[in-house]
């Protein structure tokens, strides 16, 4: 079966630096999102991966090893309003989406 | 980026009745359009993905005659929800795919709809 695991709340300090990690199992792979979502709201694209590598936008940044069907997001310089939900997604060999569980991120002050 | 727009964004509607959500484009084509539905603190649930012009295609489990969804233009998805009961109150997310399928195009989601079925 297809399998995306993330964990499910991590916790982090105000202006610290977090990583959520992503692991994947799925039939073929045609690129990795992770997408940020609100309590309440819709998703919102962060950040798109095909090859290997890390992909630097602002304070976010996504990285992709797909040898070890692996990826993280690492967020700098936390803000409060960073408080949510990071959702991992693989497309697969026929372009659908597998979604992770997301992972709740906490900021404290 | 792209944009895509739901409407409405909350809606109440008597058990029994239907209800349509519509997802459109702004500033793309978008021959795909999925639907997603999500229950609180649970992860989106794909239910069906639409391609303009044809039939959408149903994730098991999902009732098709109860759950219609119609892609008639390129740059507009409605989703309805028929005879609506009280366990059909959920999330409702649109997203649509920018482009032909292809590995590089990315999914921009609407707002999303909440809905209650009283």
């Known amino acids: 079966g297809q399998n995306i695991d993330q964990p499910t709340e991590m916790t982090a300090t105000e202006g610290a630096i977090v990583q959520i990690n992503c692991t994947y199992q799925?039939?073929?792979?045609?690129?990795l999102f992770w997408y940020q979502q609100h309590a309440g709201e819709a998703p919102t694209f962060l950040s798109y991966?095909?090859l290997d590598g890390l992909e630097e936008k602002g304070r976010f940044s996504s990285f992709l090893s797909r040898s070890k069907g692996y990826s993280y997001l690492l967020l700098k310089e936390l803000q409060m309003k960073d408080s949510a939900s990071y959702l991992c997604?693989?497309?697969?060999?026929?372009?659908?989406?597998?979604w992770g569980a997301g992972t709740k991120l906490i900021i404290k002050p | 980026g792209a944009v895509v727009s739901q409407h409405p964004s909350w809606v109440i509607c008597k058990s029994g009745t239907s209800v349509k959500i519509e997802c459109r484009s702004l500033?793309?084509?978008?021959?795909?359009m999925f639907w997603y539905r999500q229950f609180p603190k649970q992860s989106l649930m794909l239910m069906a993905t639409?391609?303009?012009?044809?039939?959408?295609?149903?994730e098991q489990g999902v009732e098709k005659d109860k759950f219609l969804i119609n892609h008639a233009s390129l740059t507009l998805s409605t989703l309805t929800v028929t005879s609506a009961h009280p366990e059909d109150s959920s999330f409702y997310i649109c997203?649509?795919?920018?482009?032909?399928?292809?590995?590089?195009?990315?999914?921009?989601f609407g707002e999303g709809s909440w809905l209650t079925v009283v």
């Open positions: 997203s649509a795919r920018d482009g032909e399928l292809d590995s590089g195009n990315t999914i921009y």
């Open positions: 500033d793309f084509q978008a021959t795909t």
């Open positions: 639409s391609n303009e012009g044809s039939k959408a295609t149903y």
């Open positions: 799925t039939s073929g792979f045609n690129g």
């Open positions: 991966n095909v």
């Open positions: 997604a693989v497309k697969d060999s026929n372009y659908q989406l597998i």
